[in-house]
Structures are given as structure tokens and as C-alpha cells.
């Protein structure tokens, strides 16, 4: 599926008739689209199938005047056998007309249904393929289940914009021609007159409700969109809420939005009910004047029953499309009011772009250097002040600092998921700033602090650092990472699956498959952004000789809250305030006894007293209160 080669210009619904063009001609893409002549040639088809039944649907009517007409005795002339004969033949010719008619009906609906569903598909595509283009600063802004219902609702909404648009509003302007010209001829002009005004009033009615509706039903999908997002949050928080026995809070907070909700649904239903009463009464208002005049035409002998029958059936035939017109109409706003959160997110500019003419990153080192970094999220609060260092190729420099220092923004800016607002980054002198985040990303490993995994197998979630790796290479990438023994423990063993988030393993195990997957993924940068500071102390020992490993001979940046897993970096860096500190050896700023020492200090303090609660707990001949039983 083709992206278009520049960005479209979306449609809004409230600026009144010329968006409703505008959104049609900005959809026509979706209609027609380029590179398919399998499914252009479906269109052609489908539009032929109902044009042959629009033509059938006008026939229809005057084999019915053909009918009443010979059993009212206007054929009696003609014979006894053939007076019999002709009635009998135009009712069959009846029924096989309303079979045609509704045979090419459902010929171009089965035709048409690959070209809205591939429209659904490719619009669903865009959308997801942009939200990952879109910066950091969206994501954890953004409410994942709102965003959900928000797509789920777009594609449903472009399938029925291109459906109808597509397939039923033209045709049934021909339909309304193809009358009006049958009651000139057969009728005369002030049977068309009545015919005009009962349309376009009933048309001008339709559009104006339509448009009183689109407010209500805005509103409708953001109480919507806000339940929906309260509940996906509730549950992805499920453990939270039952260890602050919230769960009734929970059930009120969504119960609210749903009321919400309940208040908008009957307002739209509401409306609908006077909507649909309003068109009946224009109308059959219009239907009773022109049967008034028919039957005066009879009974002048000006026109036969069957005439008066045909005019009828003309009407009721018109109604069908009349109505589905207003319905087209009904369904191509409610569709864009439904499709319009979609599009502002795909007219929302991504922050981080690749500029004209980006290149690979070509890496020789690498060397990783920070000139002069200056960066804020918000220009009142300064987190980054000025921030120079290098790492050297193959060497280890950890950052460390007290939290708010701003040690997980240098990971940040270095994956380039916000741009420096001064001085620069480069690798192997390389601006960030002038290479593609494609190259850049490949080129990095990233062990982070809270790992989510997909809810996927161990195999996927391991496979993921290289997806065309073979079972071979993720079971050494196991290994390497010390977790093969574990997974290999499990009944289902590589294919055991994780559960949302990875709640199915401990915190631990998390981090063996994080780290196995960055293995696999082979990058020639390592950044371990806190990868250790979410364990305890035991499994913490366990999991460092694992990253000693995954680090070993590659340009690592450790972003470390335990100062434990630091000692031995070439080099540590002291943040504090968003400034370098202090900066050295372990052993050597250990002995300027500054902040670092400070910092060493206290954890020191929390390991010991922490080690001594384990061998308390673990000790056998410490006595413990005894619990009588109940």
C-alpha cells in the first residue's frame, strides 16, 4: 500500500456544504486507488451493476400500469386468450424485474466490498504507521485506550464515506432524472413541479437536522472515547487498583463517563426519531397532492387506473432513494464527525523528522561526544545546562546522579527522541541532527529500566532485536543473557507466552529477555538506561555479569541509580541539577568525597541493613513469634 507521495489535505465537518466536497475529493484516493486496477476495475463493475438496476427499477413501474391496466379491461379488444395472456406475462415480466433489480443490487455490493475494506485497511495502515513517526512527547501524553476507540471508529467511518459516496449518491441523482423527465412527458410540468419542491424540501430539511445532529454526536464520542480510555487504563493498572481496594472508585469513575455517554446516545436516537418523522411528513405531503391530482385526472378520463398506479409506483420508488439519500447524507457526516479525531492525528506533525538529504550513520568507532548540550521539555525548567562529554570507542562511561539530575534525557537525546536545544551530539563526529533515525536506532541497544515486553511467546519477545534470527541464534542469545536454563524449565519453553506487559515474569526474567533480545540485535552502541534498579540485591549480582558481557568491547553508556553496577566503568559521570559535578574513577572520586561519595555512602548503609533483614529472615535459630491458630 502506496503512501501518497505528499500529505493530504484532510476534511473537517464544521464548515458547512464545501467541506462535505472537500472531504470527498481529499477521499477519492480511497476510492480510486492508485496502483489497483483489480480493484478500479471493481469499481467500474459495481457501478455498472447498479446503473443496470437503476434501469430495471424504471421499467418495473410501467409493467405494473401494463398489468393493472389489462385486468381493468383496457385489453378486453384483443381477444379472450390474448386479454388473459398479457397480464399473465407482464406479472412474470414483473417479478423478473424486481429479481434484476435486486440481483445487480447485491452484484454490487459483493463487487464493491474489497474496495472498502482495502480502503478501511489503508487508512488503519497510515494511522498506525504514523503514530510510530509521531515524538515521545505524543506517547506519553496520549491515552492508549481513547486512541484505540478513536482508530476503530475512523476506519469504520471511511468505509461508509467511500461506500456511499462511491456507489449510491450519484446513481440516484440519475434515478431522480431519469423521473422527473418520465412525469414531464407522461404527465406534464406541474406534476414535476410538486415533484421539485417535494425534494428539495425534504432534501433541505435532511441537511439541516443532519447538521444539528453532528454536534451531538461529537459529544457522544468523547464521553466515548473517555470511557473507553478509563477502562483500558483501569485494567492495564489492574494489580494498582486492587492493592488500594479501588475497585468500586474504578467502577464509579467509568459508570460517569458512561452516563455521559448514556445522555448523548438517547439526544442522538431522539433526534433521529424527528429527523425520520420530519421527511415522512414533507414527503407524503407531496406524495397525497400528487395522488389528489392523479385521481382527478382519472375520474376526468385524462388518465387510466393503471396511470394513476404508475405515478404511485414512481413514488414509492422515489422514496426508497429519497430516503437513502438522506440516510448517504446522515451516514457521510456522522462518518466524518467519526473519522475527524483520525485525521488531526494524522495532521499532527511529527517532532522529530530526518531532514532533505539525511544520511546512514556511518560508524568507524563509534565515539559518542555531547558539546555543550543545553535541553528542556519546558523552557521554564532547564534539564540538560551545558553538558560535554565523550565516550570513547569500546569504553564504559556511566552517568549517574541524584533523580530530577537528568540522566534518563541523555538516553533520550542520544536515541534522538528529542533534539537538542543547543550544542550537539555526534557519533564519530556525525551531527545526530543530519542522519536517519533508521541508521541511528540500528545502531543502538537499549537495556531499560522498566522492560515491557510483548504479550507475545519468549521466543517473539527474544526474536525481536532481529526478526529473521534463527532458533539457533535466539537460543545463544538466551544463554548469553542466562535465562536458556529457565525458559528451557518451562513446559512450553520457548513459547511460553509472557502475558500482557510480560506480567507473567518476574522482574528478573524481564530483564534476561531485554537483554538477550539487545544480544541478538548485535548493536555496536549499548545504552543500560537504570537496567538494574527496579531488582533486588541477589538478582541485581546476577543480572551484571550478564551485562558485563553484553557490554564488553562495545561503546556502553550506563545510566545507573546503584552506584554497585558503575564501579568498574572507564569512566563516571556526576550530574546534579543538570550540570556535571564531579567526574573520575570510582576509587578516585571516592576519595574527593563529594556527592558521589555521599551517594556511595548512603546505598552502602541500605545494602548492609538490607543484607542483614535477608539473613534474619533466612536464619532458622532466630526465634519467631508464634501465631496461635484460630
Known amino acids: 500500500m502506496a ?20 472531504a470527498a475529493a481529499s477521499l477519492w484516493r480511497y476510492m480510486w486507488p492508485a496502483g489497483r486496477p483489480d480493484l478500479k476495475a471493481r469499481v467500474l463493475l459495481a457501478i455498472g451493476a447498479l446503473l443496470i438496476s437503476k434501469v430495471a427499477t424504471s421499467i418495473v413501474p410501467f409493467i405494473y400500469k401494463g398489468i393493472i391496466d389489462g385486468l381493468d379491461g383496457q385489453g378486453a379488444d384483443a381477444g379472450l386468450v390474448l386479454g388473459i395472456a398479457v397480464p399473465v406475462m407482464l406479472v412474470v415480466a414483473y417479478g423478473v424485474g424486481n429479481i434484476i433489480d435486486a440481483g445487480f443490487q447485491q452484484l454490487r455490493d459483493t463487487l464493491f466490498a474489497a474496495v472498502g475494506q482495502h480502503a478501511v485497511r489503508t487508512l488503519a495502515h497510515e494511522t498506525f504507521d504514523h503514530l510510530h513517526k509521531l515524538s515521545l512527547r505524543f506517547h506519553l501524553q496520549r491515552r492508549t485506550g481513547g486512541l484505540s476507540r478513536v482508530i476503530e471508529r475512523g476506519t469504520k467511518g471511511i468505509e461508509t464515506i467511500v461506500r456511499f459516496t462511491m456507489l449510491n449518491t ?56 473517555d470511557a473507553n480510555g478509563k477502562a483500558i487504563d483501569s485494567l492495564l493498572n489492574f494489580e494498582t487498583v486492587k492493592y488500594f481496594a479501588n475497585e468500586k472508585m474504578e467502577a464509579d469513575r467509568f459508570d460517569k463517563s458512561m452516563a455521559r455517554y448514556e445522555k448523548s446516545a438517547i439526544r442522538i436516537w431522539t433526534s433521529l426519531g424527528y429527523l425520520n418523522f420530519g421527511q415522512a411528513v414533507i414527503f407524503y405531503t407531496g406524495m397525497v397532492i400528487i395522488a389528489v391530482m392523479a385521481a382527478y385526472g382519472v375520474m376526468n378520463k385524462t388518465l387510466t387506473l393503471g396511470d394513476f398506479v404508475l405515478l404511485n409506483t414512481f413514488l414509492m420508488q422515489i422514496y426508497r432513494p429519497l430516503n437513502f439519500i438522506g440516510f448517504v447524507y446522515r451516514e457521510i457526516r ?11 492525528l494524522l495532521d499532527k506533525e511529527p517532532e522529530i523528522e530526518d531532514k532533505p538529504g539525511a544520511r546512514p550513520l556511518a560508524i568507524t568507532g563509534p565515539v559518542i561526544r555531547f558539546e555543550d548540550v543545553r535541553f528542556h521539555y ?80 519468549i521466543a517473539y519477545n527474544i526474536r525481536y532485536g532481529r526478526p529473521d534470527a534463527t532458533e539457533e541464534e535466539v537460543r545463544r542469545a538466551a544463554e548469553l543473557a542466562q535465562i536458556h536454563t529457565f525458559v528451557e524449565s518451562l513446559p512450553k519453553g520457548y513459547d511460553t507466552p509472557v502475558g500482557e506487559r510480560g506480567l507473567k515474569l518476574s522482574g528478573g526474567e524481564k530483564q534476561r529477555v531485554a537483554i538477550a533480545r539487545t544480544i541478538l540485535k548485535g548493536p555496536a552502541i549499548l545504552i543500560l538506561d537504570e537496567a538494574t534498579s527496579a531488582l533486588d540485591t541477589k538478582t541485581e549480582q546476577d543480572i551484571k555479569s550478564a551485562l558485563d558481557l553484553v557490554s564488553a568491547n562495545r561503546t556502553t ?11 568498574n566503568a572507564d569512566e563516571i559521570i556526576v550530574l546534579r ?21 555521599q551517594m556511595w555512602s548512603r546505598q552502602r548503609e541500605a545494602s548492609e541493613a538490607e543484607e542483614r533483614i535477608r539473613k534474619v529472615a533466612n536464619d532458622p535459630f532466630v526465634k519467631r513469634p508464634v501465631v496461635p491458630e484460630e
Open 3 to 22: 503512501a501518497p507521495s505528499e500529505k493530504t489535505k484532510r476534511p473537517t465537518v464544521s464548515g458547512g456544504e464545501n467541506d462535505l466536497l472537500r
Open 557 to 567: 553508556l550506563v545510566i545507573a541509580h546503584r552506584l554497585s553496577t558503575v564501579i
Open 170 to 225: 450519484a446513481p440516484t441523482l440519475v434515478e431522480f432524472v431519469i423521473t422527473g423527465t418520465i412525469f414531464v412527458v407522461m404527465f406534464g410540468v406541474s406534476y414535476l413541479g410538486v415533484l421539485i419542491a417535494t425534494i428539495w424540501l425534504y432534501l433541505w430539511f435532511t441537511v439541516k437536522a443532519s447538521n444539528w445532529r453532528i454536534a451531538i454526536r461529537r459529544d457522544m464520542n468523547e464521553s466515548d472515547t
Open 334 to 344: 456522522q462518518g466524518l464527525t467519526d473519522i475527524e479525531e483520525m485525521f488531526k
Open 577 to 597: 541539577d543538570g550540570e556535571i559535578a564531579e567526574r573520575g574513577t570510582h576509587y578516585r572520586l571516592l576519595s574527593q568525597q563529594g556527592l558521589y561519595a
Open 378 to 457: 519546558d523552557a521554564d525548567r532547564p534539564i540538560l545546562k551545558g553538558v560535554s562529554f565523550e565516550v570513547p570507542a569500546g569504553k564504559t562511561i556511566a552517568v549517574v546522579g541524584p533523580s530530577g539530575a537528568g540522566k534518563s534525557t541523555i538516553s533520550r537525546l542520544l536515541y534522538r527522541f528529542y533534539d537538542v536545544v543547543e550544542g550537539r551530539i555526534t557519533i564519530d563526529g556525525q551531527d545526530l541532527r543530519d542522519i536517519t533515525q533508521a541508521s541511528l536506532r540500528a545502531a543502538i541497544g537499549m537495556v531499560p529500566q522498566d522492560t515491557v515486553l510483548f504479550n507475545d511467546t
